[in-house]
């Protein structure tokens, strides 16, 4: 797997190109990449999302670091584009090569914060990697290989320690202990738990002074050191002087393999046969919730896998059939039984096991990243006792300085109460002088003292005086007031009832209006009927027309009596709303005096409603001439008495005062 070189060198060719696309600075835009992760997936895998986001950016915080060259914050769009394929590549997600552009699209004048390469990297990359899909190993080798060109200079000498293996490995256990905050760092704590693991691995005994040594130096930052100036440190020999190669880089490998691959124990066993029940020696690795054995140490040919949940349990067995330091691992469906070479070795595999299953039952997928935050926890809580113990050093500093202050302030009250006792007595003095003075003045004060109070006296009773004609005047301001909006209200109504007024005389000219068109046309259709009984004898020839139209005629009369009919209706129910609207009028003429009030105003008036002149019941239905020519003329040659009771009905109703409509 060597596209990583490949890689730098298509980065190499790709400096030249002009288009720059300007981005954030990388530790402000993975802090913010880091708050907006704390939103996605579902709340029992959000802890694991974050813890796996959070790892991956700080690998891709060197790479992204290492192609600004100039540390401006600009890196051009052709390096991103091979940045971000080859990201994809290795997360075994699809790549668009479209997005890019589109980010960048109006990103070509100057910084624009919304548009860094981070929020791409989130949406387009990062939020589509799904964990246990991709080898976190290959992305860890492709950013190191574009940052350790740039920034590691390993020693060139015949003395150096560290493989690029090593180095390699170190960078990566150095990004999972820093902190995660932009510079990564990493603190003194972690920097002496690693080391005391390498030295375990090593079975050398760990020197805390060296360590001081180390963050002694100038180029140590005060927050932490840096993985250049650490990786520095150890191709040095500070820590490991003395010792052969390649026990450091065992030391480093099996470090790597139990912080970085969550190995708890790896080793040789001798393992039982389910079936043929025979022992062979396979190479065990132990990791939360699984155990996998393989045929050997180079871990090619895996032959089996032991899930590790809350059901299973290690026991001790008996030496039998030869074998020896012998313990069983139950599950629910088998029981696997092995061999170690020692009790010492048995003891550690048990305990191992053991720790491996209670963190698959608390749900952890790593022991140390769990170690780690309780590490970081510890930190925090120390930093709060130590920020209480300064907060109280500073107290007791401040009370010191307060004491100190007062005793200041008592040696001078003491030299002040010196000299105010010689002022006493010069004081005194004077007093005996003018206590004589002022009992003479005591009596002229008694007499002026007695005249005091009776002008007082007299001086309240004017008071209460001045409070009876204030309260007195308001009362009155107050009846004003009231008399006042009781001409308003009244001014009010009386409007009111002259609008009413004005409305009612327009419905009455309006319905005057009516009844007259009404009588002229019904004298008019008197006049065509008299004309039409002139024509009758000239019609007679169509008598026999006539007969044959005689049933439809009669057919549209009966129509016309019931529109007749209900124009009637609404006439009577119109006098009768115009009798209530008198009575309404004269409730109204009667003259409204101050604090009344006419709550029936509103509500009469809402009872009385004048039909509207667009009423379809009020209009006049006329029929054609020729139609009732037609009918005139038939009905003269049929029945001449029918003709003139209708005459007399519409005369009828003419006398009635109410108007006809036909």
């Known amino acids: 797997m060597r ?8 980065l190499d060719r790709s400096v030249t190109q002009s288009a720059h696309v300007c981005v954030c600075a990388c530790h402000s835009e993975a802090e913010e990449g880091r708050r907006q992760s704390k939103y996605r997936g579902n709340q029992s895998d959000a802890g694991a999302d974050m813890d796996l986001r959070s790892e991956l950016l700080k690998s891709i915080w060197y790479g992204f670091t290492a192609l600004d060259l100039e540390k401006s914050g600009k890196v051009s769009k052709s390096q991103l ?24 699209r109006d990103d070509d004048d100057g ?13 387009y990359i990062l939020d589509k990697v799904i964990e246990g899909s991709f080898n976190k190993e290959d992305v860890d080798e492709l950013c190191w290989t574009l940052t ?35 510079p990564l760092v990493m603190v003194p704590d972690e920097m002496e738990y690693l080391l005391k693991k390498i030295c375990t691995a090593m079975s050398v005994e760990f020197n805390c002074v060296e360590l001081e040594d180390i963050f002694s130096q100038d180029k140590v930052q005060h927050s932490g050191i840096t993985v250049w100036v650490f990786l520095e440190m150890m191709d040095a020999g500070n820590v490991a002087s003395g010792i052969d190669r390649s ?92 061999s170690s070479s020692d009790t010492k070795q048995r003891q550690e595999w048990i305990t191992a096991i053991q720790m491996a299953i209670r963190l698959h039952v608390e749900g952890k997928t790593s022991l140390h990243k769990d170690l780690k935050l309780k590490r970081h926890e510890q930190r925090e809580q120390r930093d709060k006792r130590q920020q209480a ?6 107290r007791l500093r401040a009370l010191q300085e307060e ?103 327009e419905k009455m000219k309006a319905l005057m209006t009516l009844q007259e068109e009404q009588e002229e046309y ?46 009637q209706r609404k006439l009577r129910q119109a006098s009768t709303n115009v009798r209530h609207w008198n009575v309404q009028m004269n409730r109204l003429m009667r003259p409204i005096g101050p604090g009344d009030k006419r709550p029936l105003l509103a509500s009469s008036r809402s009872s009385f409603q004048i039909p509207s002149e667009r009423d379809p019941g009020l209009y006049l239905r006329r029929i054609p001439a020729s139609e009732d020519q037609n009918k005139e003329c038939k009905e003269n040659v049929t029945d001449d008495c029918s003709c003139d009771a209708d005459l007399r009905s519409h005369k009828s109703y003419t006398s009635n005062g109410d108007p006809n409509f036909p």
């Open 403 to 505: 004491r100190e202050c007062k005793l200041a302030e008592l040696e001078l009250l003491k030299e002040a109460q010196k000299q105010a006792q010689v002022l006493l007595e010069q004081n005194e003095e004077k007093r005996r002088q003018q206590q004589e003075e002022l009992q003479q003045n005591l009596e002229l004060r008694i007499s002026m003292q007695a005249k005091m109070v009776l002008k007082e006296e007299e001086a309240e009773r004017q008071r209460k005086r001045i409070c009876e004609l204030e309260d007195m005047q308001k009362q009155q301001e107050e009846a004003l007031q009231q008399e006042i909006r009781a001409r308003l209200d009244e001014e009010a109504f009386r409007y009111t009832q002259a609008g009413l007024l004005a409305e009612e005389e």
């Open 247 to 338: 026990v450091i880089s065992m030391a480093i490998e099996e470090v790597y393999k139990e912080i970085i691959g969550d190995v708890l124990k790896e080793g040789y066993l001798w393992k039982r046969g389910q079936l043929r029940r025979n022992w062979k020696e396979r190479w065990f690795t132990l990791k939360p919730g699984n155990l996998f054995y393989y045929t050997g140490e180079d871990r090619k040919e895996c032959q089996g896998n032991i899930a590790l949940d809350g059901n299973c349990c290690v026991e001790v067995l008996p030496d039998r059939d030869g074998r020896r330091c012998m313990f069983c691992l139950k599950t629910l469906s088998k029981t696997y039984e092995m």
């Open 111 to 123: 910084p624009v914060s919304s548009q860094g390469y981070m929020p791409y990297l989130n949406k």
């Open 3 to 10: 596209r990583s070189y490949i890689l730098l060198h298509v």
């Open 148 to 182: 350790a060109k740039k920034n590691y200079k390993p020693n060139t000498s015949s003395s150096t320690i560290l493989a690029e293996r090593d180095a390699f490995r170190l960078w990566c256990l150095f990004n999972f202990l820093s902190e995660d905050k932009y």
């Open 522 to 567: 019904i004298l008019k259709t008197q006049r065509e009927k008299q004309e039409l009984k002139q024509e009758m004898e000239a019609k007679c020839r169509a008598l026999e027309e006539a007969q044959r139209q005689l049933e439809e005629v009669r057919a549209n009369r009966h129509r016309v009596d019931q529109d007749v009919v209900a124009a």
């Open 81 to 104: 584009k091979v940045l971000s394929h080859n990201l994809c590549t290795v997360l075994c997600i699809p790549h668009d090569p479209v997005a890019l552009e589109e980010h960048f």
């Open 389 to 394: 113990k300064e907060e109280e050093l500073q």
